[in-house]
């Protein structure tokens, strides 16, 4: 097992086993001291669980409200000398974590979007005889193949009406360069939006309510990112922005068909993390390593299973939830606060290739990126055997 992470175009070719184990046992141990946020234990269905928000779900909940987590997620095997995708191990190892301590969880390796994966998913809660108490939607993939006509539709992070350009990160290389993305076509909005927007988040509600395997009073929850104005013109008004619209619309559409169950589906508006799909959007990683150096100084910056911990404890489980007229959970006030945004924006409008790294802290940034595929992270020992 190579101990050296391989990254291509910003794409993280390998992964390291007992560096994604490490990862989510620190991340476990950065909530010890934090009080259980139930008592009563849940049946949670957690879609997109095997890595960013969705993972951090799935930790925060099994480890502080011992729910009974069962994960659907679309993840890469090894196979010959090449490893299995971060997902995967991150997948092996919580259930192997979680069943040391006594909780129970659940997998299924599966494309989210089949009508197959739905009824495996109702067929196993009701050969259980559960019903679900929570069920978190934190899909994120590029590509969606529809479940009735098996058209594959492709997804593109690009701007709307006009072109945008950015700096961009070479991760790799540890450099910037300057790019233009020119506007999305109709049809590339059209996709974006068929791949990344509710349509699925719907179909799955629709599917669970109808074969009852829902409880009384059961919420959902899916994450969005509204952000600052400086990456507006490539995330809220570009593609992604649309798709997230559309995210919003269908929402609604949760709540109507939770109504009679009185339940309610909610929308998490949450901080920039550092994802596998975050590094492609430009601007986004200088932004966010800016914004991680301010909120530190600050003291408000929140790991992604810190801030996911607040969102459950505080807002959904909890008695004080930021609700704007949109119906948002606000969980990145933190972010928005004027005094923050005021020193980010500074920060980016002085940026060039040759000063970044004295205005940021890109290494920060980069151990994020690293710690995600397993590389870099604090307390695995990479000389041993795999």
């Known amino acids: 097992m190579s101990h050296t992470p391989i990254i291509r175009d910003n794409i993280a070719l390998n992964a390291h086993p007992m560096g994604c184990k490490q990862n989510i046992l620190n991340q476990i141990e950065s909530l010890n001291d934090m009080p259980q946020i139930l008592d009563r234990p ?63 969880c659940d997998d299924l390796n599966a494309d989210c979007f089949s009508h197959e994966t739905k009824d495996a998913v109702i067929n196993h809660f009701k050969s259980c005889n559960k019903t679900i108490d929570l069920v978190v939607y934190s899909v994120a993939s590029g590509i969606r193949i529809d479940p009735d006509t098996h058209v594959k539709t492709v997804s593109s992070l690009k701007p709307i009406q006009q072109t945008y ?42 599917a669970l309510s109808k074969a009852q395997v829902l409880s009384e009073g059961c919420t959902f929850v899916t994450y969005t990112y509204l952000g600052a104005q400086s990456t507006h013109a490539i995330y809220k008004n570009g593609t992604i922005g649309a798709a997230k619209k559309d995210l919003n619309r269908a929402n609604q559409d949760v709540n109507d068909i939770l109504a009679p169950l009185h339940g309610k589906a909610v929308i998490s508006a949450s901080k920039a993390v550092v994802t596998k799909a975050s590094v492609f959007i430009p601007t986004m990683a200088l932004y966010a390593s800016a914004l991680f150096q301010v909120m530190k100084e600050r003291g408000t910056h929140e790991t992604t299973v810190e801030h996911t911990y607040r969102l459950f404890k505080e807002m959904i489980y909890g008695d004080s939830p930021e609700i704007d007229d949109d119906g948002f959970y606000r969980l990145d006030q933190f972010e928005m606060d004027p005094q923050v945004q005021s020193k980010v924006h500074d920060i980016l409008s002085r940026i060039t290739p040759e000063n970044f790294k004295d205005l940021v802290n890109f290494d920060a940034f980069k151990k994020e990126f690293l710690n995600i595929n397993g590389f870099d992270v604090d307390g695995c020992d990479y000389t041993q055997d795999q």
């Open 165 to 206: 350009s950015g700096y961009t990160v070479d991760i790799a290389r540890e450099t910037l360069k300057y790019e233009s993305v020119e506007p999305a076509t109709p049809q590339e909005i059209e996709d974006t939006v068929t791949v990344m927007g509710g349509a699925d988040y719907a179909l799955w509600a629709q």
């Open 42 to 104: 849940l049946n949670v269905l957690i879609l997109g669980g095997s890595s960013g928000y969705g993972l951090a779900t799935r930790i925060v909940l099994a480890f502080k409200a011992h729910a009974y987590t069962f994960n659907v997620s679309f993840e890469r095997g090894p196979k010959g000398k090449s490893s299995g995708s971060a997902g995967y191990y991150n997948n092996l190892f919580f259930h192997e974590i979680a069943q040391e301590k006594g909780l129970l």
